[in-house]
């Protein structure tokens, strides 16, 4: 009876293997700063909100998508200071980031309506929404 090692042959650390030699990745450049407006979502992540910060991150690169926005970046917080968070931030260049919406102050998560027009009154005034924009 043999014993099998082929596990041996795996190199220990996968980032030690060998990389393609068809890739050099020393031209890579990474991208400059956007010059376009960016959201920044934070979130407890301790509250399990990644979901529901993908999904308004998705809506709202479905709806602005770059140009228009740039970006947005979700990031979670984990903090004894940071329970319960959900803010959107919108980060227009040579202006400081201005609060879109934190879920303590207005009283719970926004509503997607609600928070694209707050996006377009900024980045896009006049933009029509369609069904986002009609009255209930």
Request: hydrophobic fraction near 35%; proline fraction near 10%.
């Amino acid at each position: 009876m043999t014993e099998d090692t082929s596990h041996e042959r795996l190199p220990q650390n996968p980032a030690a293997a060998p990389r393609s030699s068809s890739v050099d990745d020393s031209t890579f450049v990474f991208p400059e700063p956007l010059s376009v407006p960016t959201i920044t979502i934070e979130f407890c992540d301790r509250c399990r909100w990644l979901h529901r910060a993908s999904w308004t991150q998705t809506e709202l690169l479905l709806t602005f998508p770059p140009p228009v926005l740039g970006s947005v970046t979700l990031v979670p917080r984990n903090s004894e200071e940071t329970a319960g968070r959900f803010r959107v931030w919108l980060s227009v260049a040579s202006q400081p980031p201005r609060l879109l919406w934190d879920r303590k102050l207005e009283g719970g998560f926004p509503e997607l309506k609600v928070l694209k027009q707050r996006v377009r009154d900024h980045i896009q005034p006049g933009l029509s929404l369609g069904h986002s924009d009609k009255k209930d």
